[in-house]
């Protein structure tokens, strides 16, 4: 991962032993865009254990990574449709 993607996704897991809010889910999707947008492709396993050395629980962190795969994958899909619609 690349200086920013490392600063946002450690901005996020500050929210770790706390129920995520508005605020929290919005620097996910922060640190999802960014990867994204600069084709960085960490694993779930990268940011799972990123949050665990965080200080997020095994169960919290490997959630929170699966719904970072999941954002991970509408953008994908949305990106897909996108260029086979413009072609």
Request: with cysteine.
């Amino acid at each position: 991962m690349d200086m920013t993607a490392r600063k946002l996704l450690e901005a996020f897991s500050v929210a770790c032993p706390k129920t995520l809010r508005e605020e929290d889910w919005q620097r996910l999707y922060a640190f999802t865009l960014h990867v994204h947008r600069r084709h960085i492709v960490p694993t779930n396993r990268t940011v799972r254990d990123y949050l665990i050395s965080q200080g997020c629980s095994l169960q919290k962190a490997s959630w929170l990574s699966n719904q970072f795969h999941h954002l991970s994958d509408i953008l994908k899909l949305y990106d897909e449709k996108d260029h086979s619609e413009s072609s």
